[in-house]
């Protein structure tokens, strides 16, 4: 069964505190690997998509790496508006359709 | 930038009325998406659909039903809601297989 794992639940971390976030997923094949950001009472805004291992993206303080079972959101120097719920989501083969498997988010505190 | 709009921001229900989430995107995207997201239980799909007037069941379609009947709009229906259906509804919209999903900015449905 496909699924998706995210790690740890919540993390609190002092501004300027550099850490990473874990998403492990096990599928029969990975079309794509999606990051959300999501603020409270708010729906998910896109951040990234990885396709094949050993790819890596960047957004300010944000990046993103893939291997063939995880996924990390390295974030560097975190500040307070940093804050909020990361979600990670899947899309497995065969992709004629666009359904994403999504795991239960990281709950991300950055205090000053 | 991609726009998903769900017209309803909050919603209180009673128990047996019929409801309707309305949602629309901007971008001529192909496919469109209804996913409800619990506490622990991360985003659900309960229906998507690839063209006008086409559907199909995601993994929780048990009491909801869906219409397409232009491309840029797809609604969500509760023919007769029930408690366990309070959640946050949440639409989503893509070009095609493969490319980003995004998001509205959700609905809150409660049901009393």
């Known amino acids: 069964e496909d699924q998706v794992t995210q790690s740890p639940e919540a993390l609190r971390l002092q501004e300027g505190e550099s850490s990473s976030l874990n998403c492990s997923y096990t599928?029969?094949?990975?079309?794509?690997l999606f990051w959300y950001r999501q603020d409270p009472g708010k729906g998910p805004e896109f951040l990234f998509t990885?396709?094949?291992a050993g790819e890596e993206k960047e957004k300010e303080r944000l990046k993103a790496t893939l291997t063939k079972k995880e996924s990390f959101l390295h974030i560097t120097a975190p500040k307070p508006e940093d804050s909020a719920t990361y979600l990670c989501a899947v899309q497995a083969e065969p992709a004629n359709t666009d359904k994403l498997i999504f795991g239960t988010g990281t709950r991300l505190q950055v205090f000053p | 930038d991609v726009k998903v709009t769900q017209s309803s921001r909050y919603l209180v229900k009673r128990t047996g009325e019929k409801v309707f989430l309305e949602c629309v995107q901007d971008?001529?995207?192909?496919?469109m998406f209804w996913y409800r997201q619990d506490p622990g239980l991360g985003l659900r799909l309960i229906y998507f659909?690839?063209?006008?007037?086409?559907?199909e069941k995601g993994d929780i379609p048990e009491g909801y039903s869906v219409s397409r009947e232009k491309k840029e709009r797809f609604s969500l229906i509760l023919e007769s809601a029930s408690t366990n259906q309070t959640s946050m509804y949440l639409c989503?919209?893509?070009?095609?297989?493969?490319?980003?999903?995004?998001f509205g900015e959700g609905s809150w449905l409660t049901v009393v």
């Open positions: 971008m001529d995207h192909e496919n």
């Open positions: 599928v029969s094949g990975l079309r794509g």
């Open positions: 659909s690839y063209d006008v007037k086409m559907k």
């Open positions: 990885l396709y094949s």
């Open positions: 989503a919209s893509s070009w095609s297989p493969g490319n980003t999903i995004y």
